[in-house]
T-cell receptor, first 115, second 112 residues
Framework: SAVISQKPSRDICQRGTSLTIQCQVD?????MFWYRQQPGQSLTLIAT?????????ESGFVIDKFPISRPNLTFSTLTVSNMSPEDSSIYLC????????????FGSGTRLTVV | KQEVTQIPAALSVPEGENLVLNCSFT??????LQWFRQDPGKGLTSLLL?????REQTSGRLNASLDKSSGRSTLYIAASQPGDSATYLC???????????FGQGTRLTINP
């Protein structure tokens, strides 16, 4: 399966600021996915990022709050903008495994605390 | 809308016991189902992937079953060890879609 390097692993940020999370994949992948996991909750998909096109956002998530870049087939960033304490979560990127088995691989996550 | 439910939400057992974690989903039109492990504050590690045409998959002490018609999957852990302590998540991939829908997870504690 693909290997994803995600950073930072954690951060503590002041409200009103922005944080950019990076994910680097060890192979070229068509789609990358960004998830949020709020404290005590399961994972919710934020958006799907394809190279060369605008990201597709799920209901309840908007580009102004969570801008995504996908400059090439191995890299993507998610920015959490104008943060508030409610944005404190674990953010994870994901991609489909190599081959056609349909499985998914996840990065190690970014634990964000907004104070 | 696909909904995934995991029962129990938390489970604590002594070391050495065999145990079963349950996952149910409301729409049987799935492409596959994947079980993950998550350690506190960390990312997800894939454990087992079951295609919609399969009934079960095994990896070491883990066995996952799938009954698509009834909307259920189980994860069986044999001879549990303290290192198995983690949250276990199941996720289904909907047919015709790329995204995963996750359950809330089962927080498992194995006591030495």
């Amino acid at each position: 399966s693909a290997v994803i390097s995600q950073k930072p692993s954690r951060d503590i940020c002041q409200r009103g600021t922005s944080l950019t999370i990076q994910c680097q994949v060890d192979s070229q992948v068509t789609m990358m996915f960004w998830y949020r996991q709020q404290p005590g909750q399961s994972l919710t998909l934020i958006a799907t990022a394809n190279q060369g096109s605008e990201a597709t956002y799920e209901s309840g998530f908007v580009i102004d709050k969570f801008p995504i870049s996908r400059p090439n087939l191995t890299f993507s960033t998610l920015t959490v903008s104008n943060m508030s304490p409610e944005d404190s979560s674990i953010y994870l990127c994901s991609t489909k495994d190599r081959g056609f088995n349909g499985g998914y691989t996840f990065g190690s996550g970014t634990r964000l605390t907004v104070v | 809308k696909q909904e995934v439910t995991q029962i129990p939400a938390a489970l604590s057992v002594p070391e050495g016991e065999n145990l079963v974690l349950n996952c149910s989903f409301t729409d049987s039109a799935i492409y596959n189902l994947q079980w993950f492990r998550q350690d506190p504050g960390k990312g997800l590690t894939s454990l087992l992937l079951i295609q919609s045409s399969q009934r079960e998959q095994t990896s070491g002490r883990l066995n996952a079953s799938l009954d698509k018609s009834s909307g259920r999957s189980t994860l069986y852990i044999a001879a549990s060890q303290p290192g198995d302590s983690a949250t276990y998540l199941c996720a289904v991939r909907i047919q015709g879609a790329q995204k995963l829908v996750f359950g809330q997870g089962t927080r498992l504690t194995i006591n030495p």
